[in-house]
């Protein structure tokens, strides 16, 4: 029988990216369209991303943008809880609990993400790559339209498929532009672009990104440029569930002929003694040796609708992101040779070699146990977190004032910021002994909603009550109904001498 060649045997693949030629150039890849009923789940799971993508930032509550995340302010709004710089730490926490999740999640499940959520693949393949086969037709007519020479139908579908790749990503660096400033400033910024030429210089830049991105740079961004892909290589392990080719099954591949019947053992003891003919009863049934081609038929399928352009039936590769796309063309050449689905499926490794289903190994034991905490300090976090911020701080250079009336006083600075959608009076009130409380400019202080404001006050004791150097107070702040927030403070004295 034949040798099986698994995909550990040739490793000669590994040596070249498929979109780079051997002259150092860049080889473009154009896959044949997709069909199949993983690639309709992706395009209808696509038109759902899409409607909540373009849809996110029309949607307000309390009268603000429900996601917003505005890097030059500092101010982050999400799902209408808003949080400011005093709120870092929480974002700290949600990052690394984010990260252990992509880890945890790649370790299971490989780079699921990239082909069936990321914004890339889904404007690349789901946008852009479906107009392209509505202009220049599929990968055979793509081919042939490059090699075409520059008449009008060349011209023709290169200047329409370049105004609306272009469009496109304008629409596209705005919605972006909205998911920072918000989709109000932005309609604003679109009213009067003679008010805002900086801003529009520098959407113009962000949708000549985007535009390099979609018609020329592609399936590059994650072969060359995203991180995650090559976080895998350190991730996946032999039970990461991943778009894999069932080589025991499929080798040794093989086209459909001759060579795929099956040999049969010409025993002796297989023969009747008692007569010649070859109908006797008693002779026995042949029996199969072995068959010489797996079911893999060779005819590269697969990869002709590859997006980054590897043969699959190599084993997981850098390039790969778990489109599918292959997947469904592997079945559909399955269906039409009548064999069964699945030689390129999900699976794992150890799935395929040794048919072990996944596994709660100790290593997901130990991320998910991680992330269990992580996403409990982050819920505790987001509960405990108080509407109202305070920082109190005695003014810089100053320690204390004694007074013609006989009282010592501290001046101090306050500042509140209001992460609520409303207006909050406040008012200040000694807790822990007899005192005053001064302000100074503004006796009744009102924080507007989603602002900040700084207070200056005096506060005035006793010289009795001040027994030391430093002597701890309690200051409650109140709203019109009940008390918000309890901060405390050194007040500093006059030392005093056994």
């Known amino acids: 029988m034949a040798e099986i060649i698994t995909p550990y045997t040739q490793e000669s693949f590994r040596d070249s990216v498929a979109t780079i030629t051997k002259e150092g150039k860049r080889n473009f890849i154009n896959p044949k369209k997709p069909k199949g009923r993983l690639y309709n789940l992706r395009t209808w799971f696509s038109v759902f991303y899409l409607m909540i993508f373009f849809t996110l930032p029309f949607i307000k509550l309390h009268g603000e943008p ?58 690349m393949e789901m946008v ?7 202009i220049d037709g599929d990968s055979t007519k793509q ?75 592609r399936e590059q961004v994650c072969i060359v440029v995203c991180p995650y892909g090559r976080l895998q290589g350190v991730l996946l392990d032999k039970n990461s569930i991943v778009v894999a080719y069932d080589y025991k099954r499929g080798e040794p591949r093989g086209k459909i002929g001759k060579s795929t019947q099956v040999k049969v053992e010409d025993k002796p003891e297989n023969k009747c003694d008692d007569c010649e003919s070859s109908s006797c009863s008693k002779q026995e049934t042949p029996v199969p040796v072995a068959q010489l081609n797996g079911d ?4 590269f399928a697969c990869v002709r609708v590859c997006p980054t352009g590897i043969d699959i039936r190599n084993g997981t590769q850098l390039e790969c992101v778990n489109c599918t796309a292959c997947i469904d063309a592997c079945d559909a050449i399955m269906t039409s040779v009548h064999k069964p689905e699945g030689l390129i499926r999900y699976a794992s490794e150890n799935t395929i070699k040794e048919g072990i289903q996944l596994k709660f190994t100790n290593r997901i034991k130990a991320y998910t146990a991680i992330l269990t905490l992580l996403i409990s300090l982050l819920v505790f976090l987001m509960v405990s977190r108080s509407d109202l911020d305070a920082t109190l701080m005695r003014t810089a250079g100053m320690t204390y004032t004694s007074l013609p009336d006989g009282r010592i006083s501290n001046l101090y600075n306050l500042k509140l910021a209001n992460k609520t959608h409303d207006n909050i009076p406040v008012f200040l009130k000694l807790e822990n002994l007899p005192g005053e409380i001064q302000l100074i400019n503004n006796n009744n202080p009102v924080i507007k909603k989603e602002d900040y404001i700084t207070l200056q006050f005096f506060v005035k004791l006793n010289r009795k009550d001040v027994i030391n150097w430093e ?25 005093v001498y056994q």
């Open 128 to 134: 852009f790559r479906k107009i392209e086969y509505w």
């Open 143 to 217: 081919k042939n339209l490059k090699k075409m020479p520059w008449n009008t139908e060349k011209i023709s579908k290169r200047s329409l498929k370049f105004i609306i790749f272009f469009l496109l990503s304008f629409i596209i660096a705005n919605f972006f532009l909205a998911y920072l400033i918000g989709m109000d400033q932005l309609l604003n910024y679109v009213e009067h672009p003679a008010d805002n030429v900086a801003t529009l210089v520098s959407l113009m830049i962000f949708t000549s990104v985007f535009f390099f991105v979609y018609w020329w740079f």
């Open 296 to 299: 893999c038929i060779d005819c």
């Open 66 to 123: 429900l996601l917003m995340i505005n890097i030059l302010e500092r101010r982050f709004i999400i799902f209408g809880m808003i949080f400011w710089p005093q709120d870092f730490f929480i974002f700290g926490i949600a990052m690394l609990t984010f990260i252990v999740f992509i880890i945890l999640f790649t370790v299971v499940f490989g780079r699921i993400f990239c082909g069936w959520a990321c914004p890339q693949t889904i404007f």
């Open 471 to 495: 002597t701890p107070i309690v200051i409650g702040l109140y709203d019109s109904t009940k008390k918000i927030k309890t901060i405390t403070a050194k007040f500093i004295g006059p030392e």
